[in-house]
């Protein structure tokens, strides 16, 4: 029982981190393909939500 939960420790982070850099490139690409409509507000929120999911990986446990 330990060892799982050691386990999920390790690996919680990591599938945060591998989902942040995963929508952060998927936004990327999005803003490539519309170029010039960039909405500043929207970019924003999305960037601070890629953050959230990083940061919550480190902090949940």
Avoid: D, N
Avoid at 4 to 29: D, K, M, Q, V
Wanted: net charge positive; proline share 2%.
């Amino acid at each position: 029982m330990m060892r799982i939960s050691t386990l999920s420790e390790i690996l919680r982070p990591i599938l945060a981190i591998t989902a942040g850099l995963f929508i952060s490139s998927w936004l990327f690409h999005g803003v490539e393909r519309i170029r010039g409509k960039i909405i500043m507000a929207e970019a924003l929120i999305l960037t601070s939500a890629v953050l959230l999911i990083i940061s919550s990986g480190f902090f949940v446990y």
